[in-house]
């Protein structure tokens, strides 16, 4: 069920790939791509650091979130809060993250020392409920809404979110291969077998939750940068907890490469369906991801990656590959 | 507060109240038997509101038909999903599962919005008008609702307590490998218990059309409140989310009055939070039955 990394080599690979593949991706806007082409990359990495954020959290855990889009909301209205007060871009990136990691402690302290659902529901008001407060709040605008005061360069959240959608693939891959991230995955298997072994189990799913609700609440701030108003029922839309569960579920949860291929693909679709039928975007992710559920449930990365290796498999039994030929 | 606006504010919170614990005797009855929790609930909800809206403005019957009709759609409808999709999870992980029924509600969150647009829908036909008693003014459509969700929420209990069907759904919540090595058939035993709870959700949804307004949403506005009731109550407990949508009912009635609806809903949700923190096997539900 659970594929237990033996390949320690392919990490190091693997990100000098990632960071190749990030470094060309943020030097579009200077090589002459069109504009149209840098919204796609954009909004493909926006999707993969959203899409990474839950992977971390509901992929490697299993305890599913709805809440990443209200803690991306947070984020971006954190930020935008912190830029009109005057504040420097850092401290304000920082206070982004804060606030995302505040809200996740309100929903982990409440529920993750119970079991799944208990969490899953947490999460499912949250967003609801923060969206609800927002308007509420003397200094959010309330349903109107907040402009960021000052005009940034394009580039700017362009290549912050790149970096971040980047800097979230790197972590899972290490998380992954790494000791902890054993001990991850031995809590999704069999939570009690895993405390019994003495693993504490609440502190490891905190923590992870609280650094998934950063890199969602970065995501979120380098979006809000991006789009510079903020709506309150656009920046709350379930679209956004959507895109952060079912990029990952559709590409291949608790994998590194499985948000990148979902994120593609789900940038696909929405163009695609832009043109032929907006409001059918809905119901194609979920078709897809009932689909992906019911023949293909590792997502579709780890199912093509299979296939390939039993091909290569195959073909090599007549005659064993030679030593060192990957 | 004078004593006719409280019995006012008591009759709105039992209205809210009734069809709330419609919504949440399915998710219970579907979560007790199955252990899924049914994020397309609401959908079904909204299947049962739309259902009645085009039969009263196509045919120009009686909403009140709409009632069966959306029950026997919905049930139709739900025997198809369960035996189609959600029988070929029921043995996966919590995360399968949840995922599956996720991705049934935004396929038909979609289907509704692409087919309806998002259009208020609502109709004219059926009951109207309001009857006073005792000085309390009660409207006759409020007074339907009321009347529907008591009867048929009633319906559900002695089928469940009484008949032979309900002794083995209760089996089946109590003990699923038991109930089956006692000869309960365990497949049909999951399919009556969700395309019942479904049925009901969408008769609900009918109920809903017939005090409300009918949007590609509406259902998943309900449901939200339908899972409060749920946890509230106990997972899997009928008399903790009988108990709890009553609770809730009142408490988003007198709070819409005294505040608004957002204060209303802000409230219910951080109540929601509270069981979680205070007592996570909700008020009624057994402790351990919130694994």
Redesign the interface.
Same mark, same amino acid.
Not at chain 1, 279 to 287: A, D, E, K, Y
């Given at each position: 069920m659970i594929s237990v990394p033996n390949r320690r080599s392919a990490v190091p690979g693997g990100i000098a790939a990632a960071l190749a593949v990030a470094g060309l991706a943020a030097a579009l806007p200077w090589l002459g791509v069109s504009s149209y082409g840098q919204t796609l990359v954009y909004y493909a990495a926006y999707y993969l650091a959203l899409g990474q954020a839950w992977n971390l959290m509901?992929g490697m855990t299993?305890y =599913?979130s709805f809440a990443h889009g209200a803690f991306a909301g947070i984020g971006a209205y954190a930020v935008v809060i912190a830029l009109n007060g005057d504040w420097r871009m850092l401290p304000a990136l920082f206070a982004a993250a804060v606030a995302a990691v505040l809200a996740s402690l =309100?929903i982990g302290?409440?529920?993750l020392r119970?079991?799944?659902?208990?969490f899953?529901?947490?999460t @499912?008001?949250f967003q609801?409920?923060t969206l609800?407060?927002l308007?509420?709040l003397p200094f959010t605008g309330g349903p109107g809404g907040l402009v960021l005061q000052q005009i940034l360069p394009t580039w700017l959240p362009y290549v912050m979110m790149i970096a971040l959608a980047a800097a979230a693939t790197i972590a899972v891959a290490m998380l992954r291969r790494s000791r902890l991230g054993l001990r991850i995955l031995a809590l999704k298997g069999d939570e009690a077998a895993a405390v019994a072994l003495g693993i504490d189990a609440t502190r490891i799913k905190l923590a992870l939750f609280c650094a998934s609700a950063a890199i969602a609440g970065l995501a979120g701030a380098a979006h809000g940068l991006f789009a510079a108003s903020l709506y309150p029922d656009v920046v709350f839309s379930v679209d956004i907890s +959507?895109v952060a @569960?079912a990029v990952p579920?559709i590409g291949g949860v608790a994998t590194a490469i499985g948000p990148v291929v979902g994120a593609v693909l789900y940038v696909g679709i929405r163009e695609l369906l832009q043109v032929v039928?907006p409001?059918?975007?809905?119901?194609? =992710?979920?078709?897809l991801? +009932?689909l992906v559920? +019911?023949f293909l449930?590792e997502g579709i990365a780890p199912a093509v990656a299979g296939s390939i290796r039993r091909r290569v498999r195959g073909a090599a039994v007549p005659s064993p590959a030679p030593e060192g030929s990957r | 507060m004078s004593i006719t606006l409280l019995f006012q504010l008591l009759v709105n919170g039992l209205v809210v109240g009734g069809l709330l614990s419609l919504v949440a005797l399915g998710l219970v009855l579907i979560f007790g038997v199955m252990r899924v929790?049914n994020f397309a609930h609401g959908e079904f909800i909204t299947l049962g509101a739309y259902a009645t809206y085009l039969l009263v403005s196509q045919t120009g019957l009686s909403p009140l038909i709409g009632v069966p009709v959306a029950f026997a759609l919905g049930a139709l409808v739900g025997w198809v999903v369960q035996v189609a *999709?959600i029988a070929? *999870?029921t043995s996966?992980?919590?995360?399968?599962m %949840?995922?599956?029924t996720?991705?049934?509600?935004?396929?038909? %969150?979609? %289907?509704f919005?692409?087919g309806f647009?998002g259009d208020f829908r609502s109709y004219a036909a059926g009951p109207s008008g309001s009857v006073s008693l005792a000085g309390v003014m009660i409207g006759w459509r409020s007074l339907t609702v009321l009347l529907f969700s008591v009867a048929m929420g009633g319906a559900t209990l002695l089928l469940v307590q009484r008949a032979r069907i309900g002794l083995a759904l209760r089996a089946l919540a109590l003990n699923r490998d038991a109930a089956a090595s006692c000869g309960i058939n365990v497949v049909s035993g999951e399919r009556v218990a969700f395309c019942l709870g479904v049925g009901i959700a969408a008769a609900a949804g009918s109920l809903i059309s017939l005090i409300g307004t009918t949007t590609p949403t509406v259902g998943h506005e309900w449901v %939200?409140d339908g899972? *409060?009731v749920v *946890?509230l109550g106990g997972?899997g407990s009928i008399g903790g989310a009988l108990a709890a949508a009553l609770a809730i009912g009142l408490v988003q009635s007198f709070t819409s009055f005294a505040l608004d609806d957002?204060w209303a809903?802000?409230i219910t949700?951080?109540l929601?939070?509270a069981t979680?923190?205070l007592r996570?096997h909700g008020l009624l539900g057994r402790r351990g039955a919130?694994?």
């Open positions: 509901s299993g =599913v =309100v302290a409440t529920s119970l079991r799944g659902i208990a899953t529901f947490a @499912l008001f609801e409920l609800l407060i308007r509420k +959507l @569960l579920m039928a409001q059918l975007h809905l119901t194609i =992710v979920g078709l991801l +009932l559920m +019911l449930r | 929790v *999709v070929q *999870v996966r992980p919590e995360l399968d %949840l995922m599956v996720y991705a049934l509600s935004i396929i038909g %969150l979609g %289907l919005a692409q647009g %939200l899972f *409060v *946890v997972m957002s809903k802000i949700y951080l929601l939070y979680l923190l996570p919130e694994a």
